[in-house]
């Protein structure tokens, strides 16, 4: 097993499951590399499918018909994408899967997953735990979009718009750079430039981000993800 694998399996809601039981989730599994940007599931679609970040940072989205984007869940290592696939009556996508920066991905079987579910109690325990981690962490979600700090705002609308300019220039850029104005930044996290401005300040001396008169450079995406405020793989007992 790769070691990355290794350690997104560890901070993931399989990391309780015995070896052999982990090995034959992973059986036919293919770790994929999806580069910034890059769009994997769409709005709609009705394919089956669990995937494991590895490395990177994935977010799902959903889109406005103007065309604007909002971010639901931010995915780092040890999240899983998907499983409300496997298990939901008549499936569709309700929001899209985008890498924010280059990501490595394991995407495995469904049927592979769906036997060892029905066959061993201990996978299927993991797999309702992983659906109720989600089921909470989306109404989380509800309640951190309308009560969250400036701050969080602030990293989330950057996150956002980081994303989308990966979306259009198809990740050719090595660092994420926003064209936004500190003033234009305000008026979309709801807040005054001079607030704006001290929280650019601070996120610039821990080196999250770097600032122009233009645009920002975001430098560190997955640590400016720990600032927004919303969904994440919790912390958890080693097994």
């Known amino acids: 097993m790769d070691d990355g694998v290794r350690a997104a399996l560890a901070e993931s809601s399989l990391a309780r499951l015995p070896v052999p039981a982990t090995q034959r989730l992973l059986t036919g599994a293919r770790l994929v590399r999806i580069p910034a940007g890059s769009v994997t599931h769409r709005e709609g679609e009705t394919a089956e499918h669990l995937e494991l970040v590895v490395d990177g940072l994935v977010r799902a989205f959903v889109t406005a018909p103007d065309g604007r984007t909002l971010t639901v869940r931010y995915c780092r290592r040890g999240a899983l994408i998907g499983a409300v696939s496997m ?35 201990r996978v299927a325990d993991a797999l309702l735990r992983e659906l109720a981690d989600r089921a909470l962490g989306f109404i989380h979600e509800i309640t951190g979009s309308a009560f969250t700090s400036v701050r969080q705002r602030v990293a989330r609308h950057l996150l956002d718009l980081a994303a989308q300019e990966a979306r259009v220039t198809g990740g050719a850029q090595p660092v994420p750079t926003v064209q936004v104005t500190q003033r234009q930044l305000a008026e979309s996290a709801g807040t005054v430039r001079e607030v704006v401005v001290r ?16 645009h920002i450079d975001v430098l560190d995406p997955i640590r400016l993800s720990r600032e927004q405020g919303g969904t994440w793989v919790p912390d958890r007992p080693p097994p």
């Open 199 to 214: 929280v650019l300040r601070d996120l610039r001396e821990a080196g999250v981000v770097r600032t122009h008169a233009d």
């Open 87 to 121: 298990y939901a009556t008549g499936f569709h996508m309700p929001a899209g899967i985008q890498a924010v920066v280059d990501a490595d991905v394991l995407r495995m079987s469904p049927d592979v997953v769906r036997r060892a579910v029905a066959e061993d109690p």
